[in-house]
Each structure stands twice: as C-alpha cells, then as structure tokens.
C-alpha cells in the first residue's frame, strides 16, 4: 500500500492543504485589518494632543506678552481654531515666591478628537502685590 505525502503525484497540493493556508491566511489579514484601524485612531488622538499642545503654547505666549495680570482663579471658555471648537480651562494661582504666580491651561480637543494637553507658566507680576490682583469674577 502506498501513502499519500499530501502533494499529488502531478505535483500539486491537496483540497484540504489550499483550504488550510486560505484560513491561516484570512486570519493574518483580520490581525492586520485591526491593527491597522487601530494605527489610524491613535493617529488622529496623536494630531489632537498635538493641537492642543500648540494651543497651550500660544495661549502661554500671549499671556508673557500681555501688559495685564489675569485674575487670581479659574476661568473656562471655548476658542475656535482651524473650524473646531476648543475647551480652555485657565487656572491662576499664587506661587511660593512672592510676586510670581502660576497660570495653568488645559486644553480640551472637540469631543470627536478626544485630545488634551495641560501646560503650565509663571509670571512674576513685577511691583505688584496678590492683594492687587483681582479675584476671579470680579473685583
């Protein structure tokens, strides 16, 4: 009795052989397909943050080119860059050193971005004191 090697004696593969690789091979590319479409949505979280990140940045800019003081407290607003809408949070504390206050932005991407960046800076008032600067919501 002769066995079969599983090639064909005209040297081809068998029916079962083909189908095995069709499978191994349908579920590389179902690995690769997801991968693939996760690759994309970090991608887009990455150019968010990004954003954000330069929104921060300018936002910090501004404020050390600014003649005046921002009020002690946190104050919220939106800013519209590039057609989308942006959260800004602007928190402005005292320092540990007299005179030099800490001014933090948050940044939050339009919700179909899902991105944020948080920066801080200092600013050192110069002559003026805490008691100078006006709280939050009036003053």
Known sequence: MKRSTGVSAAGGFTLLEVLVALVILAIAMGAVIRVSGQSADILQRLRADTAANVIAEDLCARLHLAA???????????????????????????GLIPGVFRVEYRVIAPPSSEGQSSMVTYLYAGGTTSSDVAPAGGG
Do not use: C, D, F, Y
């Open 68 to 94: 005046a003081m921002p009020p002690l407290g946190t104050q919220s607003s939106e800013i519209r860059v590039s057609g989308r809408t942006w959260q800004v949070t602007q928190t402005v504390s005292k």
